[in-house]
């Protein structure tokens, strides 16, 4: 189940959300991902780094991606709305895609962090990848 995998990643190995959410999704549904792939994805924890859109909905997005795209976007009729899927889904559990919004009305100071809002984004993933 991609949330346990996701588990591992947040709390086991320190990764940040965007990281956590396309390291699971890559082990859990085979991706193929190579390691310098999914280090591309660390600059969008956080929000991009600056509180933009949440890194765990970029996660998805690049998971939702990485499955869904043979050429190339444009020519991938499944993409944009199981794109919009990820971010209808995740705004419908917190209300909205910004982090500096989602983690102020989500983080955890015991040191599980934002790990409810990487928790979620995986059960909205989950969905959307099945």
Not at 96 to 112: D, L
Request: aromatic share 8%; charged share 25%.
């Amino acid at each position: 189940m991609l949330k346990e995998r996701a588990r591992e990643y947040y709390q086991e190995k320190d990764c940040n959300c965007a990281e956590t959410i396309i390291r699971a999704a890559n082990d859990e549904y085979g991706l193929g991902i190579n390691e310098e792939g999914l280090k591309a994805f660390g600059g969008f924890g956080g929000g991009m780094q600056c509180g933009s859109i949440c890194g765990a909905v970029c996660g998805g997005i690049g998971a939702i991606s990485a499955k869904e795209i043979e050429t190339n976007a444009h020519h991938t009729e499944t993409l944009s709305p199981k794109c919009q899927a990820m971010m209808n889904g995740f705004k419908e559990k917190f209300g909205s895609a910004f982090c500096t919004k989602v983690r102020k009305e989500n983080f955890e100071k015991n040191g599980s962090q934002c790990w409810k809002v990487v928790e979620g984004a995986a059960e909205v993933l989950e969905k959307i990848m099945k």
